[in-house]
């Protein structure tokens, strides 16, 4: 499986970035699309992530201001971001998880910048 993450950049506090994510390869039917986030000295962590079959989950940090969605006909995911904050600042990396009975395979896309200035 392979990721290709675009839409990251620079941009002004309380503006928007739309993040994509095109994914190609052995896709199960069964999977997870997300996106998580890693800021300099700190942890990689969970922004959003919607299943095969529509569930949603957002960190608190992001909740009513991120939408994430996908385009099943195209194996793609996006992230909507809005009321964008300065601590939004990280490497934001896409992820696609196979499921069969359990996880059967863990992918990640390159990462792709978001600074958010103040």
């Known amino acids: 499986v392979q990721l290709q993450a675009s839409g990251g950049g620079l941009v002004q506090a309380g503006g928007s970035l739309r993040l994509s994510c095109a994914a190609s390869?052995?896709?199960?039917?069964?999977?997870?699309m997300g996106w998580y986030r890693q800021a300099p000295g700190k942890q990689r962590e969970l922004v959003a992530i919607?299943?095969?079959?529509?569930?949603?989950n957002y960190a608190d940090s992001v909740k009513g201001r991120f939408t994430i969605s996908r385009d099943n006909a195209k194996n793609t995911v996006y992230l909507q971001m809005s009321s964008l904050k300065p601590e939004d600042t990280a490497v934001y990396y896409c992820?696609?998880?196979?499921?069969?009975?359990?996880?059967?395979?863990?992918?990640w896309g390159q990462g792709t910048q978001v600074t958010v200035y103040s």
């Open positions: 992820n696609l998880a196979n499921y069969g009975l359990h996880l059967r395979g863990d992918y």
């Open positions: 390869g052995s896709i199960f039917s069964i999977n997870s």
């Open positions: 919607i299943t095969s079959g529509g569930r949603i």
